[in-house]
């Protein structure tokens, strides 16, 4: 989604203001299965519905926080976090990663995106830095808050 009036050269403009939030995505256990297999990483709490709902602390399975994190770039480029006349984009880094509430599967999640900071890297360059919350929908803590960097140019 384009953010009217944000590009390359109106950036700086935008220090601290929230760019927008993306659209809410279902976080159900088909997604949360697929992500496992992808990764390898199928501890019970995540996969075994019946044990989870059982013997885990949260009444069922919970999403990966890997999974979430990995909701990150799809959701910045959602809200239109790269500025749309960018001719390139890398993933440059993740400051103060928290994962602070369990996502339980079923949930539906969405980004919040603001943008904390701007760094002329020299040659047309600029690194971004945005502050990133995942809100669970009918949660009152955030799934996740992390600082994220793009290089852009």
């Not at 501890?43 to 399975?61: K, L, S």
């Not at 809100?135 to 793009?150: Q, W």
Request: charged share 20%.
């Amino acid at each position: 989604m384009a953010i009217a009036g944000y590009g390359l050269k109106t950036v700086n403009d935008f220090v601290g203001q929230e760019l927008g939030t993306s659209d809410w995505h279902l976080i159900d256990q088909d997604r949360i299965d697929a992500f496992a297999r992808c990764t390898g990483d199928d501890q019970w709490i995540h996969v075994d519905v019946a044990r989870a709902t059982r013997e885990g602390p949260f009444g069922g399975t919970i999403a990966h926080g890997y999974l979430t994190l990995a909701l990150l770039a799809p959701m910045q480029t959602e809200i239109g976090v790269i500025p749309e006349d960018a001719g390139q984009a890398i993933n440059f880094g993740l400051d103060n990663l928290r994962f602070l509430s369990p996502v339980p599967a079923g949930s539906r999640v969405r980004m919040r995106a603001t943008l904390a900071a701007v760094e002329d890297r020299g040659k047309g360059r600029v690194l971004l830095r945005t502050q990133n919350t995942m809100e669970i929908e009918g949660a009152d803590k955030p799934a996740l808050t992390l600082e994220s960097l793009a290089l852009v140019w």
